[in-house]
T-cell receptor, first 113, second 113 residues
Framework: GENVEQHPSTLSVQEGDSAVIKCTYSDSASNYFPWYKQELGKGPQLIID?????GEKKDQRIAVTLNKTAKHFSLHITETQPEDSAVYFC????????????FGGGTRVLVKP | DADVTQTPRNRITKTGKRIMLECSQT?????MYWYRQDPGLGLQLIYY???????NKGEISDGYSVSRQAQAKFSLSLESAIPNQTALYFC????????????FGEGSRLTVL
C-alpha cells in the first residue's frame, strides 16, 4: 500500500518568512495530492490540492509543487502570518479510488510575530 | 451549525466498555469516512461507506465496527475498548466519486483507561 512521509514534524518561522513542508510517497500510481490544515480544536480543512497532470499550483500565498519522477511534493507558504500557525497534513491517493487518502504524519507550524 | 457533527466531543471510558461515536451530516453527501488521529501518525482510515448499503474496511479496522443508519448518519463502535484506542477520531464526508475534498467534523476525543 501507499506510504507517505512528511518532514519536518515541527517548523518555527518568523512572521513574513516562508515555510516549506516536504512529503514523499511510495506508490507511483498515486495521482492526487491534497494538503489539509488543522487548527487547534478543529477538523482538518483542505487548503490546496494538485493532480498528477500538473507540476505546480498556486493559490494566493500558498503553492504546491509535484515531482512525479522523484515521488515527492511540497507545500510552500510565503509571507507567513500568525494565522498560518496550525498543523499541516499532506496526503496521497489514486483518483479512481475516491478519497481513500494516505496521510503524512503532519507538520506543526508556528509563526512567531 | 456545523455541516458535519460528531458526538460526543469528549469521552472517557474504561477498558472493556462498549463505546459508540456518532456522526451526522447536513451536506447531502453520499460518502462518509471514519479516521483516527494519533500524534505523529497523521490520520488513518478506519472504515468508509460510499452509500447506505456500502461498508468498507480501511487500513486499521480491527477492533472497530460501523453502521450507516441513513445517508446522513454514520456511527463508529468500539465493542470492547482498550487503552491503545485512545485517540482523536474524525468523521468526514465527500461527494466525489473521484478523489476530491473531504469535509471533516470537529473530532471526538476518546480516552480509554
Amino acid at each position: 500500500g501507499e506510504n507517505v512521509e512528511q518532514h519536518p514534524s515541527t517548523l518555527s518561522v518568523q512572521e513574513g518568512d516562508s515555510a516549506v513542508i516536504k512529503c514523499t510517497y511510495s506508490d507511483s500510481a498515486s495521482n492526487y495530492f491534497p494538503w489539509y490544515k488543522q487548527e487547534l480544536g478543529k477538523g482538518p480543512q483542505l487548503i490546496i490540492d494538485i493532480r498528477s497532470n500538473v507540476g505546480e499550483k498556486k493559490d494566493q500565498r500558498i503553492a504546491v509543487t509535484l515531482n512525479k519522477t522523484a515521488k515527492h511534493f511540497s507545500l510552500h507558504i510565503t509571507e507567513t502570518q500568525p494565522e498560518d500557525s496550525a498543523v499541516y497534513f499532506c496526503a496521497a491517493s489514486l483518483q479512481a479510488a475516491g478519497n481513500k487518502l494516505t496521510f503524512g504524519g503532519g507538520t506543526r507550524v508556528l509563526v512567531k510575530p | 451549525d456545523a455541516d458535519v457533527t460528531q458526538t460526543p466531543r469528549n469521552r472517557i471510558t474504561k477498558t472493556g466498555k462498549r463505546i459508540m461515536l456518532e456522526c451526522s451530516q447536513t451536506k447531502g453527501h453520499d460518502r462518509m469516512y471514519w479516521y483516527r488521529q494519533d500524534p505523529g501518525l497523521g490520520l488513518q482510515l478506519i472504515y468508509y461507506s460510499f452509500d447506505v448499503k456500502d461498508i468498507n474496511k480501511g487500513e486499521i479496522s480491527d477492533g472497530y465496527s460501523v453502521s450507516r443508519q441513513a445517508q446522513a448518519k454514520f456511527s463508529l463502535s468500539l465493542e470492547s475498548a482498550i487503552p491503545n484506542q485512545t485517540a482523536l477520531y474524525f468523521c468526514a464526508t465527500s461527494n466525489n466519486i473521484m478523489a476530491g475534498e473531504l469535509f471533516f467534523g470537529e473530532g471526538s476525543r476518546l480516552t480509554v483507561l
